[in-house]
């Protein structure tokens, strides 16, 4: 017997769930908490200046989405991954809430809930910063960039990068393993980099 297809709906974050980029505003949080970034990693005076000219970047189009994740990920090398997720608990519990999200948005996300869709966040946020969100908006999964960790800390090395025209082959990949017809699903985005999935999905 062939088991039937599920239908899921794709939502970027930034930008079209929230209103706002999720890993600088968690950046900004921590740049309020000095001394316990001090602990953490004592070169954060020099990696949060590159964070922010990164995102410069990006936001004028000046670099490559993809180039500047992976820069940016690298740079995550040293620090504890129990650390980041710790504070991004806290981080979404005393920042995040319903202002931060797009109301439109969310609407429709929740109209995908009521008719049994899979209702899926996909992003270039780091998964142990952006994990929170997934009971906060009571969604099914999370599709968020990976990097490797040894013994709980990152070694720098990306194991999953959902950005640009990669984004399409780790929902394609994601869609093989959950048994999801991503011809009959719905995706959700804001910006040109997403224009490949898109075109392929079968409700964009």
């Known amino acids: 017997m062939v088991k039937h297809k599920s239908t899921a709906a794709f939502f970027d974050f930034d930008g079209t769930l929230y209103n706002g980029i999720i890993t600088f505003d968690y950046i900004i949080f921590l740049v309020r908490r000095l001394e316990s970034l001090r602990k953490m990693n004592p070169n954060m005076a020099l990696i949060i200046p590159k964070l922010f000219f990164y995102w410069l970047s990006d936001k004028l189009n000046l670099a490559d ?36 999200f797009f109301c439109n948005s969310i609407k429709i996300l929740e109209q995908h809930r009521k008719q049994n869709h899979k209702v899926i966040i996909v992003t270039s946020a780091l998964k142990e910063i952006i994990n929170p969100v997934k009971s906060v908006l009571k969604i099914d999964d999370i599709l968020a960039s990976e990097v490797e960790k040894n013994k709980g800390i990152f070694t720098g090395t990306i194991i999953s990068l959902p950005v640009g025209k990669n984004r399409l082959n780790v929902i394609k990949d994601y869609c093989r393993r959950k048994n999801i017809d991503l011809k009959n699903s719905f995706a959700y985005s804001d910006h040109h980099s997403d224009i490949s999935l898109l075109e392929y999905v079968g409700h964009p």
């Open 65 to 100: 989405r993809e180039d500047i994740n992976r820069k940016v990920y690298k740079m995550s090398r040293g620090i504890d991954a129990e650390w980041i997720q710790s504070n991004a608990r806290n981080f979404f519990k005393e920042s995040v809430n319903g202002r931060n």
